[in-house]
């Protein structure tokens, strides 16, 4: 979107159309519909843990998160908010009355006034959940205030301590019951999130450099506790007043390239065994009738997406609620715009607009995108919540929740109540005596899906190691992924250099645009144990009587060797990086061209990885060997031909 076209617009129609849009920004679900509570009727019936049989790390297996055995390890999370912040932005921050639902936290996890952590914690187990989500903000890492007394009634041993120093107990005690950790960073600042609130970007109310360097901090302060397993990194990436985020335009607004960079530093320089959790852009343009505005969710990342340095560890994340839509969002009254909710769309038609904007991810293997897709937040009041389209919209998101067997989180966990009456889209609510009522207390309406939903297995048992497939995307600087690569001399100065992950080769490439794919199909790990590397930038190792592409400039590899990366400077190539392989390679040449159109194998892998542009590739069972160019008149020294090879 055009800003300057967005800034003339809102100036013209202040107050009214800003007043709107700030309005109308994406509210945190459970602000919708505060719900009354039930009498406490009973315990929560005995659920069989999910917790217990699982050994950290965790990483990725195409679009499966799999244990350190290789078993299937199926997010059942729930979020357990608070010290990310309850403060709803205005008044004073000591009175319960200016904190959202009333639920003042205290900068720590809510309800620790109300019940000792260790209770709170086995009802998490009780509800059949093996994970918790924990969000914090920046601001609360460095509260060096102590909590006070009174939001610890319940817990004695905290008194005294800060908020972080409450956090780390909450991570003991959450692993120490064998329950996974997702650390979340949920806001900047300390208060209630989600819309035009200074929260809206990981940078707007802080520079990028203290984003990354509070991310450092955290993982590895938590790096000698195995079941801390992943970082999600922001919430929900939205438009401010003024400026949108966006996937890939490399400004200081791209979520793409923040989260990209970042999660490369955590794995290289803090915690390479965290999970990289990477939610999609949560709301982009004008919630006004006839200026653009959506939700695109996950919907770039076929497009464009993540390549991490350490491969299966990347996490796609995303949130749904049915008062918000993908164009809707979520705003009643002023700021609302005609655009249908989610719970306006039939079961067939969620079906379709889930698979669109996150399902899709999963539902496609082999692409550079497929990775698993965890449903971080989704919620609905309970007792109090009475609309027909809100509760079919949850039946029918659960029963797709089922069927695509997607990892998941609800939000959130704890709640208030008193007199049965308080906020009632927690799954366990306290009162201030200490009682609890929860969602299998016999009179709250969601209690059959979230039976039906933590039940439902899914895929269980050993995940098969399956190929694996990356984007190389240098489109506006470095973007080399082979930590051997990290750790040598800059071998093409003054280019963008790609390089792929270690273990992986380079098997296509696109015409115009720089983008690249890589994968370890048909041969894993191909690169010889020493390193060796060769930087190729002339001819010399075309043999005679070998020319694959006549007329054109061949950069082509010694040997038994394989391409793994390049360099560009603007649209043409400069360089062919080379690895020596450990074992024999075939020799066979087979030209691939594409300058004038895709050239591809039919069954091969990997998918659209240059969205536009024209696109070679070798087979699954090739590696390339070599990329030619011409320099002649009209020609931009881009890529136009692959010298692929048997790998056998």
Known sequence: MNRSFVKCVLVALIPGLLASAVAALPARADEQSPAAGAPPTAALPAVRSAAADWTPPLSTRGRYIVDARGNRFKLKSGNWHGASGTWNGSGDQEDPANHHAGEKSDRIPLGLDRAPMSEIVAGFRELGLNSIRLPFSNEMLHDRR???????????????????????????????????????????????????????????SQSNQAWEN?????????????RV????????????????????????????AASQRLGDRILQEANPDLLIVVEGINWTGIPVDG?????????????LSHTLVRSGKLVYSAHFYDYTGPRHSGATGMGETSDRRYRDFSRAELRDVLHQQA??????????????????????????????????????FVDELVRTDADFAYWPLVGWHEDTKGNGWALLHWDSAGRRIGVFDG???????????????????PVPI?????????????????????????????ARKAVCPDGQRLTGLGHTGNRGLCTDAGGRDLWAADGRHTVVRDERHVRPG???????????????????????????VSSALCASAGERLGTTDRTVWFDRGDNRPPAAGGGDFAHGRFKGQCADDEYAAGVAYTGRVGSARTPDALLCRPLA
């Not at 653009?292 to 990342?301: F, I, N």
């Not at 698993?372 to 079919?392: N, T």
């Not at 009179?443 to 048992?461: H, K, M, V, Y």
């Open 146 to 204: 102590p909590v006070a007394d009174a939001a610890v009634t319940a817990n004695p041993a905290l008194r005294g301590k800060t908020p972080l120093e409450i956090y780390d107990a909450t991570v003991t005690a959450l692993t120490d019951a064998g329950l996974a950790v997702v650390l979340n960073n949920h806001t900047n600042t300390t208060r209630w999130c989600c819309a035009v609130d200074g929260n809206e970007r990981w940078n707007a």
């Open 214 to 226: 509070d991310w450092l901090f955290m993982a590895r302060r938590y790096k000698s506790n195995p």
């Open 229 to 256: 397993v992943g970082a999600d990194l922001y919430n929900e990436v939205r438009r401010s007043v003024w400026d949108d985020p966006n996937w890939g335009l490399g400004d200081d607004h791209d979520w793409f």
């Open 291 to 303: 200026l653009p505005h959506e939700r695109p969710t996950l919907d770039p990342v076929q497009r």
């Open 359 to 396: 399902f899709y991810v999963t539902a496609q293997g082999k692409r550079h995108f497929t990775a698993p897709v965890w449903i971080s937040e989704f919620g609905i009041g309970g007792r109090d919540e009475h609309g027909e389209k809100p509760r079919a919209w949850f039946e029918n």
């Open 443 to 461: 009179d709250d309406w969601r209690a059959g899906a979230w039976s039906r939903l933590i039940a439902a297995e899914g895929r269980p048992g």
């Open 466 to 494: 399956t190929d694996r497939w990356s984007m190389l995307s240098p489109d506006h600087g470095d973007f080399v992924q082979s930590l051997r690569m990290r750790a040598a001399e800059d071998w093409d100065p003054g």
């Open 546 to 572: 070998g020319d694959w592409a006549s007329g054109y400039t061949k950069l082509q590899c010694p040997a038994d060797h394989f391409l793994i990366g390049y360099g560009v400077r603007g649209a043409a």
